[in-house]
């Protein structure tokens, strides 16, 4: 259908959007502050973006508040805030090469995926959540005849919201879609790394019909912007996808404001554990490079951690290593790309620091490791696999955020648990096995949110996904999700 040539055309001709959102006008700094947003690809510069500041948050958080306070939008029926995120789902769709282009040129993610994946994921979220708002109920307490008792959700108020580079307008979607249809009003401050997508996200959203100062968009640094949301004695509630590092500052900024409510989604470091009962070995070999070099291994949920059960461990890294050979990285414009570029400079120092510090500590580099070099730019890795990782080792323990993986042996079901439950982080695991009794046994045992049985990194937006530990809390997606943007009212009626 697409051609290399045809997205690089549209490359050519793409205009970004350079300045904030809000109250539905664009802002730019009043500082005039900027940062360089550049093609990790290609190391061309995109567009100097307004870098906002606390002046620029605070203005957003005052537009979001009058919009909840004084505006429709809240008080709008169901029905009527569904027909507009519906709308706005349907021009997503109607947008879809422009919101896949600006993805992949923000963070080289092969624009395929984008096209493929991320634009209808993200679309299909909204529609999920606009078509569950006519159907949710609330309740009547069991009281004396006497007494009527309504408990009812009701929306927050001012929801800030911080999301990640590694997708940019799925992240936001599924922080966005509930949080608006519960009736909320949202100031979004996307990654300084991919801002285009989510500046675009809210121009369509004015288009279908989202009241101005419902959704403000801010770009900016994290220390700046970020940190003056997270201070903000205005915002209700924060919500966060990320590193754990970065999460937990946001935890110190509601303690240090108006204690606000704090939803993080943090990083993980997600087993996959490999049972040799497991009959389709090719599958699961498939499966597990998918699952750790997807996006270039930029996944918080991504399957980092290989436990292999010993009597199959030669057969199935052979089977891996060929699988590997699939996701060698290539031009993220090109159709045939599996694997894209890695986001910035910074990221790529960092997975590469990882690599080298591997092969110093005693595990063997079974595949890839090397830096490799495309259209004037050294930010793409080749899928690397090291076997006979030590648990104990950092590259087991830290998340890489990139496309290595750490294979390791176990002999047994309590030690491929044991393993498996021996981390910092808590999100997400994998388990292969064609013993039904073990896979529901080791699933249940299993200290994570979602375990995912003979595939990997199993998603919907029926279902919920977070973890715990140091992963963080709270759910996204799901009708789960709503709790987070809502609290309980309770109504006493006293009857005469």
């Known amino acids: 259908m697409y051609q290399l040539n045809d997205w690089q055309q549209r490359a050519a001709r793409q205009q970004f959007i350079d300045s904030a959102l809000i109250g539905g006008r664009r802002v730019t700094a009043r500082d005039g502050a900027t940062f360089a947003s550049i093609d990790p690809a290609t190391n061309r510069l995109l567009a100097n973006v307004a870098a906002c500041g606390a002046a620029e948050i605070d203005a957003a958080v005052r537009s979001a508040r009058q919009a909840f306070d004084q505006g429709p939008w809240a008080r709008m029926a169901p029905r009527e805030r569904k027909a507009v995120l519906l709308k706005l789902a349907e021009l997503m769709l109607a947008n879809r090469e422009e919101l896949a282009l600006l993805d992949s040129l923000n963070m080289g993610k092969p624009v395929m995926d984008a096209w493929n994946i991320d634009v209808p994921g993200a679309a299909g979220v909204f529609t999920w959540y606009a078509e569950s708002l006519d159907k949710l109920y609330d309740q009547v307490a ?155 291994g930029e996944v918080c949920s991504a399957n980092s951690r290989l436990l292999v059960e010993r009597s199959i461990h030669d057969e199935f890294v052979e089977r891996l290593i060929a699988k590997a050979r699939d996701w060698l990285p290539g031009d993220p414009l090109d159709p045939a790309s599996r694997a894209g570029a890695i986001v910035d400079g910074k990221q790529t120092a960092s997975i590469l620091r990882f690599i080298d510090e591997a092969q110093g500590s005693g595990a063997s580099l079974a595949h890839g490791g090397r830096q490799l070099h495309f259209n004037g730019s050294d930010n793409f890795i080749e899928p690397t696999i090291f076997t006979g990782v030590d648990p ?6 830290e998340e890489v955020f990139g496309p290595v993986l750490a294979v390791s042996a176990f002999d047994s079901e309590d030690e491929a648990v044991r393993l498996a439950n021996d981390s910092p982080f808590g999100l997400a695991a994998s388990l292969w096995s064609d013993d039904l009794n073990r896979a529901h046994r080791v699933a249940a045992r299993l200290n994570v949110g979602t375990v995912s049985v003979n595939t990997v990194d199993a998603l919907d937006p029926a279902i919920p996904f977070g973890g715990g530990k140091q992963s963080g809390f709270g759910r996204d997606l799901s009708l789960h999700s709503f709790d987070k943007y809502t609290q309980l009212k309770t109504t006493w009626f006293q009857l005469r």
């Open 142 to 296: 069991p009281t004396a005849q006497n007494a009527l008792a309504t408990i009812t959700r009701v929306p927050l108020g001012v929801i800030g919201a911080v999301v990640p580079w590694n997708f940019p307008l799925d992240m936001a979607a599924w922080k966005l879609a509930p949080a608006l249809a519960a009736g909320n009003s949202v100031v979004l401050k996307p990654a300084e790394q991919s801002p285009f997508s989510a500046l675009r996200l809210a121009e369509l959203a004015l288009e279908a019909g989202l009241p101005e100062g419902v959704l403000n968009v801010v770009p900016g640094l994290g220390e700046q912007a970020g940190k003056a949301l997270g201070l903000h004695p205005d915002v209700d509630c924060l919500v966060f996808t990320g590193s754990t590092e970065v999460g937990k500052y946001f935890m110190q900024y509601s303690a240090q404001s108006n204690l606000k409510q704090v939803w993080l989604e943090c990083g993980g470091k997600s087993p996959n554990l490999v049972f040799a009962d497991c009959r389709d070995l090719d599958l699961a070999a498939a499966k597990a490079a998918f699952g750790i070099f997807f996006n270039q």
């Open 392 to 397: 104990r080792q950092r590259l087991a323990r």
